[in-house]
């Protein structure tokens, strides 16, 4: 009974974690930020800390100066290697299409399932004139409703409010956008594993492939390799002949 208890426990737990969001939260007004966090932990992504980005440039300046300074000694130490098989153009392309055509399915299929919740969007739009005004404010309306639109045929849109005013007063353009993407555990684990055993399918069907030409290459190159080795045969054959009396032994009487 308490495996039963147990194995009911761990059911719960995993659709739980696989049901939780990764939830990215976006304000943009005079400066842009950006959470990313989970299981109710969020982190402050950007603006990030500009202490951290010192530290990191002083550690990233110490390990080119070591790097420079061994160089030399490594340059000395290492052996020339031979150069591996390289792929033409041609090839690099193919793959690389072969590769998107592989992932681009699986992430169009995840994008597609992010939730845009708690949709703010203020905008105030202002010009010099009151005719520049109106001019923007008809551009900024349709490029406003035009993307939350799009968004919404594509993934789940949940709007809080949208307002767009003009301002004939100050001339100012001022905005403050919110918003909430969420993308489900399970959704993020499901598109990854596809993604990967198409990545997989891809590289195993082209390597075969390439062993195939390999193989055929192979063959040609012994088919060539016999038939110089038959005529060097042949020529020998001939040449041990004398040509003279068409290959007939003197008699010396």
Not at 54 to 68: D, I, S, T
Not at 74 to 89: I, L, T, V
Not at 116 to 140: C, K, P
Request: net charge positive.
């Amino acid at each position: 009974m308490t495996a039963w208890w147990i194995a009911l426990a761990v059911i719960l737990l995993l659709t739980g974690f696989l049901l939780a969001s990764v939830t990215v939260k976006v304000t943009v007004s005079d400066t842009v930020r950006i959470w990313v966090g989970a299981f109710g932990i969020r982190f402050l992504i950007l603006p990030a800390k500009q202490k951290k980005k010192q530290k990191k440039k002083r550690k990233k300046k110490k390990k080119a100066a070591a790097a420079r300074k061994s160089r030399p000694a490594a340059k000395k130490a290492q052996k020339p290697k031979e150069k591996p098989h390289e792929q033409s153009f041609a090839e690099t392309v193919s793959f690389a299409v072969d590769l998107l055509r592989a992932t681009v399915p699986g992430a169009v299929a995840l994008v597609k399932k992010i939730r845009f919740v708690n949709m703010r969007v203020f905008v105030s739009v202002g010009a010099d004139s009151a005719d520049e005004t109106a001019i923007r404010y008809g551009m900024v309306c349709g490029a406003v409703y035009n993307t939350l639109a799009a968004i919404d045929s594509m993934m789940t849109l949940r709007v809080k409010s949208v307002d767009v005013v003009s301002d004939f007063v100050t001339g100012e353009m001022q905005y403050d956008i919110s918003f909430l993407a969420k993308l489900r555990i399970g959704s993020i684990l499901k598109a990854a594993i596809g993604i990967l055993i198409s990545i997989l399918r891809t590289i195993l069907k082209r390597n075969a492939q390439q062993e195939e030409a390999l193989q055929a290459m192979q063959k040609q190159k012994g088919l060539k390799q016999y038939e110089r080795t038959s005529d060097q045969r042949h020529d020998g054959h001939n040449n041990g002949k004398n040509p003279q009396n068409g290959g007939r032994k003197h008699d010396h009487r």
